[in-house]
């Protein structure tokens, strides 16, 4: 993809962040300029400036989310991973507070992307010039929709009642808004996926990945699939779901079943050359170039870093290991527990690392006590490529960053999202359409097939198959509450050298609004209204 942001024009900065901040680092959203002074004379002619206009969205707009936030709240805070890092361990003992600086960007981060949907929403259509096609307009709507709908998904689920904002000139002109109720958030994040299931191009994932990068209408099925299995509207979520497995469109990587690529495997999700595999449902793609922002920079913070041997291109690493709670979730003959975890006496011939002063393809993981990691005795393998090695990584930039997709969802959860409508809430299932997509997911991880599964089975299935992307707090978050917090309170939260255990409460499972955002909109702290549809 190009490196084009969406309202890169003449005059222009990257689209305003809701109530606090623009992408360029101020902090005040009345700094950037109204929508209706902006020039795009220059823009918006053919039909490949319009479809470049939503690269932004793909990586640029989520890097203050994904860079450390989501990691700190969503695999920290559910106890997958460990980090004694000040700057992003107050969820390890729930502890977060208002002030939280990376509590500031995750929240800055999901309004941005909200922003620039709005921007393509209202104003796309008569921005085009005639010279762009109508099935590309309505494509790149498709993806905007498609984006505010995911940017809200996570707002309601890590914030609870939330501003709907669907017109940035108003919210500029009268920033204070209040908030609107769970239920309300969750019927737009519905109507925006049925708005791109409507307005996006069909696709079918190939082996020229090239062509992947972008969402499609069966990218915006599968999330609204788990939406409606967040609300436990099963039958929808079955019905969805089957849509996008009878589609053909997406496949595992690995397995021997229809739903397979035979010549691949679990640990090539997670390669620089696999990206936008037939696998992928939704990633966000990162461009490495000379601006801050640009990159993931989860090799460096995932890696091992002791001094001596380190798999980040950076002079630090090993920001978060993974918890002792997970070391012993993995059968030994799951394929997923290497690919996932990085421990002692784990090769990985494929990786360059530094070692010393010199450099080497291939190595085995030292000892416990040399890996770093804050400690925890392993460090974590999920995209972690190591050192910077030809077409193996792809490029690197000064800070370390680089090119490897991170993904939002991937088609083995829809599979898992399958099974568990079709289980919707009973004790345990057998149906044959549930054991296919339930067990497709555990062949491709060596494990055999089972005749009948509970929801706990599922539970901890998806616990296997998405550790570290950022999905198990809010899985956690779909239990009663007396569950979930037996569950965090029975977890070892310390590291290697001394076990530590906290226990949630009932507030512990939304996050505070930002402090400086409650200073200039007061009203996000009254009780949430309903929005009129």
Known sequence: MKTLYILNVKKIVTAALLFGAIISCSNDFTDRPSEDSIDTSNFYQTDEQVKAST????????????????????????????????????????SITAVDPELNSGWQSLWANVAQANFLINNLKTLAK??????????????????????????VRLWGPVPIIIDNLATSSSPQVNTNRVEDVYELIRRDYTQAIALLDNKVRGSNYADNAKVSKGSAKAMLAKVYLYDKNYAKAKELAEEVINSGEFKLLGGTSQYSVTSKSFG???????????????????????????????????????????????SYGG???????????????????????????????????????????????????????????????????????????????????????TYIMRYAELLLIHAEAILAGAGSTSDAAALASYNAVRNRAGLSAVTSFTFDDIFRERRKELAFEGDFWFDLGRLPRAQAIAIMAAQNRGN????????????DFTLPYPANDVAKNPKLLEPPVPYQF
């Open 55 to 94: 690269d932004a969205l793909y990586y640029k707009t989520w890097f203050p989310f994904n860079n450390k936030f989501f990691y700190a709240i969503s695999e920290v805070g559910s106890g997958n991973m460990y980090t004694n890092s000040s700057d992003v361990n107050a969820m390890r003992n729930f």
């Open 130 to 155: 005639p010279g762009v096609s109508l099935s590309t307009i309505n494509n790149v709507l498709g993806e905007a929709y498609f984006m505010r709908a995911t940017a809200y998904f996570y707002l």
């Open 268 to 314: 090539d999700l997670f390669k620089y050359s696999n990206n936008n595999n037939e696998e992928s449902i939704f990633a966000l793609q990162w461009k490495t170039d000379a601006n801050y922002g640009s990159g993931n920079n989860s090799n460096t913070q995932f890696g091992i870093s002791n001094g001596t041997l380190s798999t980040s291109n950076a």
């Open 319 to 405: 920001v978060f290991g993974p918890s002792q709670d997970i070391l012993t979730l993995y059968d030994a003959n799951d394929v997923r527990r290497n690919e996932t975890l990085m421990l002692p006496g784990n090769t990985y011939p494929d990786i360059k690392v530094k070692n010393g002063t010199s450099f080497q393809v291939g190595f085995t993981v030292p000892a416990a006590d040399q890996i770093g990691g804050q400690g925890a005795g392993a460090a974590i393998k999920k995209y972690c490529i190591g050192i910077e090695n030809g077409t193996y990584t792809g490029p690197v930039d000064g800070w370390g960053m680089m090119n490897n997709n």
């Open 496 to 507: 290697m050298y001394g076990p530590e255990y906290f226990t949630p409460d009932e507030s």
